[in-house]
């Protein structure tokens, strides 16, 4: 997997640059903005199947959910850090953005090291060494396996109604 | 084992008797906030609101502030859409163009009161911990589901105690104290959390429901879940002032017994001037040892400082002088009830006076989308609650945050000053 490292606190306005928020809401306009402002060879170089490996508290700042979807559009595996701003990873359950959460494998990430992900067994490999994170809540895991939020909410709106 | 604020409002909205950190809760939120982003949010369920509706036409609360008046084509029909929304649904609480920042309309409204639940798509919902009510931010998907539902979950918090002693010598001001704590635990530090803020009776009624929304509203600049402080006379009276009946709400408040991840205290008369360096909200300095730096835009007001008493604060400082020449001092004030008060009180004519030109009330340049916005090299020091990079609408611009009166006081000549040496 090729690994996209970045550092502590990387805010919103960094994935995704406020002043577009009022104009960039689709999965094809936000794509050429993402991480404009924090990594310019990003957004054109991005390839399905890379992963994003980032320090503490990933996300903080605004609640605007589109690089969580750009993300997810891109085709990321998964971002893995050491922690996550909690708006962000709500945001990521609900468009099925697979976030892991595991400190002691990005801290043992070192650049040029091979990663690989097992979402179901929660499992990382790290240069050979191997890291459990948790599994997510079951009322959790229902919207994630439903597809995101809305699909979610759909199924439970036409068994209700 | 007695239970903390966010453990009492989640159990009670959740029908249990009691909740532990961690469980997960489904609940009915009282509101549901959303701005200029409602035309976003009814985009994801245009054929869901033909099907079902909006669940109940109390829940939402829209007011539309981000970039207003309308900036272009595209804003102005994203406006539009959400006014017609709004009329089709018969939506009882929504506020167009030029009432005022979203945070401080649901609070002047009365929307937010001790012991409810709110939650917005904007991450400063934080705010309304000020008069006790449980808010905090979501994303635009999960406003759109709740629009259909009316229910979320949460997974309840672990909470930080916060303990204020002896009171604030001003000029220094409730934004010193935030920052400051920021500064402290770092950006991350009340991540997944909530903080309660705890004081003596002196102490707390020495804060304004005005001064607590500064503090709340800028929880989730250290990451928290919410901020939020008890409700006593300040707030009981605050909310009759709006016209606000007791027996509307039943305050809610930690037990003594409460037990907490960390606790904190500050002494609110040794707390400096502080100001938070680009690009982090918690690279925060005191004034006094960093001052003289020059800046070209001053900005005083937006959702953590434009109500009447920032606004006063500053014009006592600037009162009869003008600001420096090099500067330009844009005042945003939070609603147009708060430009009303300003503009009858004589503040407004004191800011003018000096040399400040007034936005009309909004989010304004706080986000980068139109008035205001940087030029590559230049610096704004502003009492918005955030300074990332490109955050006014350039990355090679820098914003530093402080207080109305640090802000004031060093408009007069456009370097960073300390304003307990112009006050």
């Known amino acids: 997997m090729r690994v996209w490292r970045y550092a502590d606190d990387i805010n919103t306005d960094m994935l995704f640059p406020g002043k577009y928020t009022y104009t960039c809401s689709t999965p094809e306009e936000i794509r050429p903005h993402l991480l404009e402002d924090l990594d310019p060879e990003f957004a054109g170089n991005v390839k399905p199947g890379d992963v994003i490996m980032a320090g503490a508290n990933f996300g903080c700042g605004s609640s605007r959910e589109q690089p969580v979807v750009g993300l997810k559009d891109a085709g990321i595996a998964a971002v893995v850090a050491e922690s996550f701003a909690r708006i962000f990873y709500r945001a990521a359950i609900n468009q099925g953005l697979v976030l892991v959460e595991a400190p002691e494998a990005v801290k043992a990430y070192r650049e040029g090291d091979e990663v690989a992900l097992d979402v179901e067994s929660g499992k990382i490999t790290v240069g050979g060494r191997d890291f459990s994170f948790p599994p997510l809540p079951p009322e959790i895991l229902a919207i994630r396996d439903a597809g995101g939020l809305l699909p979610y909410a759909r199924k439970k709106l036409a068994g209700s109604r | ?423």
């Open chain 2, 1 to 423: 084992m007695g239970m903390t604020f966010a453990e009492k409002v989640l159990a009670k909205a959740a029908g249990l008797p009691e909740v532990e950190p961690g469980q997960i809760v489904t609940v009915k939120p009282d509101h549901l906030l959303t701005h200029d982003n409602t035309a976003a949010i009814i985009g994801k369920i245009e054929g869901d609101l033909e099907k079902y509706g909006v669940v109940n036409e109390e829940l939402p609360i829209i007011v539309l502030d981000h970039v207003v008046p309308a900036a272009n084509e595209k804003t102005a029909t994203g406006h539009a859409r959400v006014r017609e929304f709004a009329a089709k649904h018969d939506l009882s609480n929504f506020y167009d163009v030029g009432t005022g920042v979203c945070h401080q309309v649901v609070v002047e409204k009365g929307h937010a009161l001790p012991g409810r639940v709110l939650v917005g798509s904007d991450s400063h919902t934080c705010s309304y911990g000020a008069v006790n009510a449980f808010s905090t931010g979501i994303d635009r998907t999960e406003a759109a589901a709740l629009l259909l539902t009316g229910e979320t979950w949460f997974r309840v918090p672990p909470t930080v105690k916060v303990t204020l002693r002896k009171k604030l010598q001003p000029p220094v001001s409730a934004k010193d104290v935030i920052l400051t704590i920021i500064g402290d635990i770092s950006a991350g530090g009340a991540t997944y959390q909530a903080v309660e803020f705890h004081g003596s009776v002196d102490t707390l009624s020495s804060l304004s429901v005005e001064d607590r929304f500064t503090i709340s509203n800028m929880g989730i600049e250290m990451g928290a879940k919410i901020a939020v402080f008890p409700c006593d006379e300040v707030t009981d009276e605050y909310l009759k002032s709006l016209g606000v009946s007791r027996d509307d709400y039943e305050p809610v408040w930690a037990d003594p017994d409460a037990e907490y991840a960390g606790e904190l205290y500050y002494d609110l008369s040794a707390i400096e001037p502080a100001v938070a360096f680009p690009h982090k909200v918690d690279n925060v300095k005191e004034v006094k040892d960093v001052e003289g730096l020059e800046f070209q835009q001053a900005l005083l007001g937006t959702c953590t400082n434009g109500r009447a008493s920032d606004l006063r604060a500053a014009a006592a400082i600037l009162e009869g002088k003008k600001v420096a020449p090099s500067v330009r001092l844009l005042v945003l004030p939070a609603s147009r009830a708060v430009l009303s008060e300003v503009l009858e009180d004589g503040t407004l004519e004191k800011l003018v006076d000096a040399g400040a030109l007034v936005l009309p009330v909004g989010c304004g340049p706080c986000l980068g989308a139109h008035q205001g916005v940087l030029a590559p090299g230049e610096r704004c020091l502003s009492t918005a609650n955030r300074n990332f990079k490109g955050r006014m609408g350039c990355k090679e611009a820098e914003i530093y945050l402080a207080s109305p009166q640090t802000v004031a006081a060093s408009a007069l000549s456009g370097r960073l000053t300390d304003p307990r040496r112009v006050a």
